[in-house]
């Protein structure tokens, strides 16, 4: 059984850090890209990062245009996990964020993923 858990959601200032973190069991995450997705209250689920599968242009990444610079993310092989280092923090990322898993290379697209976690909450207070 696959699962996907986040965690590292919280509430924080505006200019503050968090870092979240997605754990996966179930599924070797080096091949799979793993995306995070957020959901503000009233919007869209739209992508925030994707890092593709180790094998999937050497595990490139994609940033949204309103995170890039502040946010990173990474593979934590060991962990099995992908973390998104998230700094510089703004009220308008205060979102749930979803971190989700399909095989090969990673898309915006969020119906092309095949797995999803529950969600975490991140609060940014101005």
């Known amino acids: 059984q696959v699962q996907l858990v986040e965690s590292g959601g919280g509430l924080v200032q505006a200019g503050g850090s968090l870092r979240l973190s997605c754990a996966a069991s179930?599924?070797?995450?080096?091949?799979?890209?793993v995306a995070w997705f957020r959901q503000a209250p009233g919007k869209e689920r739209e992508v925030v990062s994707y890092?593709?599968?180790?094998?999937?242009?050497?595990?490139?990444?994609y940033y949204a245009d309103s995170v890039k610079g502040r946010f990173t993310i990474s593979r934590d092989n060991a962990m099995n996990a992908v973390s998104l280092q998230m700094s510089s923090l703004k009220a308008e990322d205060t979102a749930v964020y979803y971190c989700?898993?399909?095989?090969?290379?990673?898309?915006?697209?969020?119906?092309?993923?095949?797995?999803w976690g529950q969600g975490t909450q991140v609060i940014v207070s101005s």
């Open positions: 890092i593709n599968s180790a094998t999937t242009n050497n595990g490139g990444i």
């Open positions: 989700a898993a399909k095989y090969g290379g990673g898309s915006v697209i969020r119906a092309e993923y095949d797995y």
């Open positions: 179930g599924l070797t995450l080096d091949y799979w890209a």
